[in-house]
C-alpha cells in the first residue's frame, strides 16, 4: 500500500470520526492518525475541526500560492486567517512571520497557527510581538471536546 492511499484511509476514517463527534459533540483525539496525514489531509482535518468549534464559513485556500494560509473563516464576526502545521517537531517563527503576511495579504482580522506539535520560544516572542494566537498540540486536542 502507497503512503498516498495510507494517508487517504486514515484521513478517511478521522473525517468518520469528526462526522460522528458531530453528532456527540465529544471524541477521542487520535495523535498516531494525524502524525500519518500529509499536510492537505490535516488541514482538512482542521477545517472540520474548526466547524465543529463553531467557525463558520470554513474553506481551505488552494494548494499553492496560498500565501502562508491554510484555511480562511469566522467567528463572533471576526474573520481568521489559519495556518496549518502537522509537525513532529518545533514550529518555528517562519510560520508566525508567514501568518502574520498572509492575515494581512487576506485582509482578516486574526491571524492563527494551529499545529499537532509546539512552538519554539522565538515563535512564541514573534507571535506575541504581531497578536498572532498559536494553538499547539494541546489545542487540538481539546478542541476534540466542545463546550
Do not use: P
Not at 502507497?2 to 484511509?9: E, F, L, V
Not at 466547524?51 to 463572533?76: A, M, P, W, Y
Not at 486567517?81 to 503576511?101: D, F, L, N, P
Amino acid at each position: 500500500m502507497t503512503q498516498a492511499i495510507a494517508g487517504g484511509i486514515i484521513f478517511a476514517i478521522i473525517m468518520i470520526i469528526i462526522a460522528r463527534a458531530n453528532r456527540k459533540k465529544s471524541y477521542k483525539y487520535n495523535a498516531a492518525a494525524i502524525n500519518e496525514m500529509d499536510g492537505h489531509d490535516f488541514e482538512e482535518y482542521c477545517a472540520r475541526l474548526l466547524e465543529i468549534n463553531g467557525f463558520r464559513n470554513v474553506r481551505t485556500t488552494q494548494k499553492s500560492g496560498d500565501r502562508g494560509i491554510d484555511i480562511l473563516c469566522e467567528k463572533n464576526g471576526e474573520t481568521y486567517a489559519i495556518q496549518c502545521k502537522r509537525h513532529s517537531g518545533k514550529i518555528s517563527r517562519k510560520a508566525v512571520q508567514e501568518a502574520y503576511t498572509g492575515m494581512a495579504i487576506y485582509q482578516c482580522d486574526i491571524g492563527a497557527i494551529l499545529t499537532n506539535s509546539d512552538f519554539a520560544q522565538s515563535a512564541i516572542n514573534d507571535a506575541n510581538d504581531l497578536g498572532i494566537k498559536l494553538w499547539n498540540g494541546t489545542h487540538l486536542r481539546n478542541m476534540h471536546t466542545v463546550k
